[in-house]
């Protein structure tokens, strides 16, 4: 019988693109890696207002460095990640707190949806430009994923009173010892506290199914 596997914390919000490039890397690495990997849907609003952190692209040479290091990331990453047409409604106006409850809610119902609704609503509002805010954006993403209506307007109900939120980062459990990571570009490193290997962003056998 081989060693438990660690756990992994992932604490992400599908507003931030590089929450969806850690989120991505940690589940193709769950099943390779001798990890448990459970997903705490946050709030990343909430932790910028408490800390009196601004998002990087209000500033204007950050926001230029932000749009190409997105398109880097997109080809090395392989993921579809590309900016709304829209950046600052979508990002400083509409938000996610609506998606981010929904997904609170639907990890204590349903947790076993809850990486694949995670994925719809990135691919919504960071590849194809979508809302994630009307209920209807949330039901289509729910039900894109697999959920049944009845199942994803069950959880839209419950939104009303979430849970409360974390912050976007990576917490592993090792030997006794809590390590917290933050960033996508801290997986080196996650795999090193782990003594596993790295094998970059898309590993082997995940290749072989692209």
Request: charged share 20%; aromatic share 10%; proline share 8%.
């Amino acid at each position: 019988m081989g060693p438990l596997p660690r756990t992994l914390e992932l604490f992400y919000d599908v507003l931030s693109p590089y929450s969806w490039l850690g989120f991505e890397v940690l589940c193709r690495y769950q099943n390779i890696w001798n990890i448990k990997l459970q997903l705490r849907p946050s709030l990343i609003a909430g932790i910028m207002k408490d800390s009196g952190n601004k998002p990087p692209a209000l500033l204007p040479r950050k926001a230029q460095y932000l749009r190409q290091d997105i398109k880097l990331l997109r080809q090395h990453f392989q993921i579809p990640i590309q900016f709304p047409k829209d950046f600052f409604s979508v990002i400083l106006e509409k938000g996610s707190l609506s998606a981010m409850r929904f997904l609170t809610a639907l990890s204590l119902e349903h947790p076993e949806m809850l990486e694949k609704v995670s994925r719809e609503l990135w691919m919504r509002v960071w590849s194809r430009d979508e809302d994630i805010t009307e209920p209807q954006s949330i039901l289509a993403a729910a039900e894109k994923a697999g959920m049944t209506t009845e199942q994803a307007q069950g959880i839209l109900e419950k939104i009303s009173t979430p849970k409360a939120f974390g912050l976007p980062i990576t917490v592993a459990h090792v030997d006794g010892q809590t390590h917290m990571l933050f960033g996508s570009d801290r997986m080196e490193l996650l795999a090193y506290l782990l003594g596993e290997k790295w094998m970059g962003p898309v590993p082997p056998a995940m290749n072989a199914r692209l």
